[in-house]
């Protein structure tokens, strides 16, 4: 698994060159984020057990990149989100490497474990200044982003810890058919329109509240500032320029290794169709 684990890695990494590059071309921002902001950092690269990449653009630059990124990919890279496919069940964009294919662990034994080795774009919006208001804005999110989780019940990930009391309301709510009460696209869309609304630049508080950790992602938005360098496989990536304090946010004592217990992968099944190099337009 480790020699299949790098395979993939490296074919992840291809698709961060490939993001790198547009950007450049299209003078567009970008940071590494979560676990690969850490990998960086800590590893200089991958947490070794590690398989996924997390990228963050400024609503404005992520907006562009949707946008514009189709004219630089070869045949089998593709971008999707619930914008560009209506059965896509996720609110993040990914680009995704159809050469590669993956059996994603938390949806095992259901019609969706199979999927295709990506790379997650996030857009990192803002937030209302006021503490009220913000709280007020974070409900707002929260709740549709629920109301989506349960329209897909059969992907709400299990093995995630939670409090007594979201397990109990899971329990309750997943025997309920959301999925014929609500449209999920149409809840995807309004969330979008919601988290639109609040600006990076004009905000105290941003981030990138649709990722894994919700409210602990919106940081203070000087935190990401103007991007900074990490070495990363050996090339120099762009991260938040507040990296030690970013990473202590998100992790507390980030340079510590966790329990061997805790070093999960997402993906089982590494299967790879073709493997052609990826050049760069």
């Not at 990914?94 to 259901?110: A, G, W």
């Not at 990722?211 to 990536?237: C, H, I, Q, S, W």
């Amino acid at each position: 698994m480790k020699t299949e684990l790098r395979v993939l890695q490296m074919e992840e990494f291809k698709i961060m060159k490939l993001v790198k590059h547009i950007c450049d071309k299209e003078n567009l921002s970008f940071y590494m984020i979560g676990g690969t902001l850490l990998g960086a950092v800590r590893h200089k690269g991958f947490i070794p057990w590690d398989d996924d990449v997390d990228l963050a653009m400024p609503r404005e630059d992520y907006e562009k990149f949707l946008k514009v990124s189709g004219d630089y990919f070869p045949n089998n890279i593709f971008l999707q989100n619930f914008r560009t496919d209506p059965d896509y069940r996720y609110f993040i964009t990914r680009i995704l490497n159809k050469n590669i294919l993956v059996d994603e662990r938390r949806f095992k034994n259901t019609d969706t474990s199979q999927a295709y080795a990506a790379v997650d774009i996030f857009p990192i919006d803002g937030s209302p200044d006021s503490k009220i208001l913000r709280k007020i804005y974070y409900g707002r999110v929260l709740l549709r982003r629920y109301l989506i989780s349960l329209c897909y019940r059969d992907t709400i990930d299990s093995e995630r810890k939670r409090s007594k009391l979201e397990r109990a309301a899971l329990v309750i709510l997943t025997k309920i058919p959301f999925e014929k009460i609500f449209a999920p696209n149409g809840i995807k869309e309004n969330l979008d329109k919601l988290l639109i609304k609040n600006k990076m630049e004009d905000s105290i508080c941003s981030g990138t509240i649709m990722g894994a950790y919700r409210l602990r992602e919106m940081v203070p938005t000087n935190m990401f500032g103007t991007p900074r360098y990490y070495d990363f496989e050996g090339e120099k990536f762009p991260g938040p320029e507040l990296a030690d304090e970013y990473l202590t946010h998100m992790y507390g004592d980030y340079m510590k290794l966790p329990p061997i217990a805790n070093q999960k992968t997402h993906y089982d099944n590494i299967k790879i169709i073709q493997n052609p190099p990826l050049t760069l337009p």
